[in-house]
């Protein structure tokens, strides 16, 4: 009897994210929030400034324009955040969190989720986060979504490429404006993946 073709294991991971993905949200409906409001709560806490609107939230989250107005019109009147006119374009909105919606996302506990990866080894996280990140990236390419990764990976970031200005040292190669150091950690709407060498 020829020997059997081992079962692939991409459905089992597609299952496992699943399951996760649902126990992370379960745990997600505290401190007066719903999921969809906590996920636009953190993406404003890591959003650069081009990100910080609600078409880009729409984006990130993978909503609609109308649900996510809904949210922010949630977080508004519990004074999690404000709107605000953009000083760079000044018919665009701009997000920002109030100091109570900062000060509540630090006061979040872990989700049960987030307990389960603390308690894998440091070089197992590190694994770990770069496998999902991969398996994210490709999916995001599939499907033509945006990425957004980190301004420091971006192909546009130029390290050190504004020199003494205010505001830098780097510099966005897209949009010509200083970048600091801090502004380098932030996710961007803009993110676009260096090719592979
Ligand atoms: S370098 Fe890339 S990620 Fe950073 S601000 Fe510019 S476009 Fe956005």
Redesign the pocket.
Same mark, same amino acid.
Do not use: A, K, P, V
């Given at each position: 009897m020829p020997a059997r073709k081992p079962a692939s294991p991409v459905p089992k991971i597609a299952a496992l994210l699943e399951r996760l993905a649902r126990l992370g949200r379960a745990g997600r409906f505290r401190n007066g929030l719903n999921p969809a409001q906590g996920d636009a709560l953190n993406y404003l806490a890591v959003a650069?400034r081009?990100s910080r609107n609600p078409s880009a939230l729409a984006d990130f989250l993978g909503s609609t324009r109308g649900t996510v107005s809904q949210t922010l019109i949630a977080l508004e009147r519990k004074g999690l955040i404000v709107r605000q006119t953009d000083p760079r374009d000044r018919r665009a909105i701009a997000l920002e969190l109030t100091r109570e919606g900062r000060a509540l996302l630090e006061s979040g506990d872990e989700t049960a989720v987030e307990r389960a990866a603390r308690g894998i080894s440091g070089a197992n996280q590190a694994v770990l986060a770069g496998l999902l990140a991969e398996v994210l990236a490709e999916a995001q390419r599939q499907n033509a979504f945006r990425t957004f *990764?980190? %301004? *420091?990976t %971006? !192909? $546009?970031?130029?390290r050190d490429g504004s020199g003494k200005v205010a505001g830098g040292p780097h510099r %966005? *190669?897209?949009?010509s +404006?200083a970048?600091s150091d801090s502004?380098?950690l932030l !996710?961007?709407? +803009? $993110?676009?993946t260096p090719k592979a060498a």
């Open positions: 650069n081009y *990764g980190m %301004c *420091g %971006c !192909i $546009h970031f130029q %966005c *190669g897209l949009t +404006e970048l502004d380098s !996710i961007c709407r +803009e $993110h676009t």
